[in-house]
Nanobody, 118 residues
Framework: QVQLEESGGGLVQAGGSLRLSCAASGLTFSSYVMGWFRQYPGKEREFLARIYWSSGTTYYADSVKGRFTISRDNAKTTAYLQMSSLKPEDTAVYYC???????????WGQGTQVTVSS
């Protein structure tokens, strides 16, 4: 059974940093891609970044390129999203997700709230 569990959300001041974690289990990690998304109230989820577990290849949405960094720890089977220079408009619920290449994102965590105060 695939499980993804996010942690690390919270309240931070504008300009600050936060690191989100996504602990994964039940996957054949070498075959998977991990991703981070966020969702504003009443809006669809927005893709932020993805990382190929085996190669470490990353890809970012333009909206976060240069401010957010996705990484993974193979030993801990955990993916991370390091967020810096945070802005109030980064306030959202953040989700991690997993899929195999070429498929829809079919595994999701429960989400973690990030609030950036001005």
């Amino acid at each position: 059974q695939v499980q993804l569990e996010e942690s690390g959300g919270g309240l931070v001041q504008a300009g600050g940093s936060l690191r989100l974690s996504c602990a994964a289990s039940g996957l054949t990690f070498s075959s998977y891609v991990m991703g981070w998304f966020r969702q504003y109230p009443g809006k669809e989820r927005e893709f932020l970044a993805r990382i190929y577990w085996s190669s470490g290849t990353t890809y970012y949405a333009d909206s976060v390129k240069g401010r957010f960094t996705i990484s993974r720890d193979n030993a801990k089977t955990t993916a991370y999203l390091q967020m810096s220079s945070l802005k109030p408009e980064d306030t959202a619920v953040y989700y991690c997700a997993a899929t195999t290449p070429g498929h829809d994102w079919n595994y999701w965590g429960q989400g973690t709230q990030v609030t950036v105060s001005s």
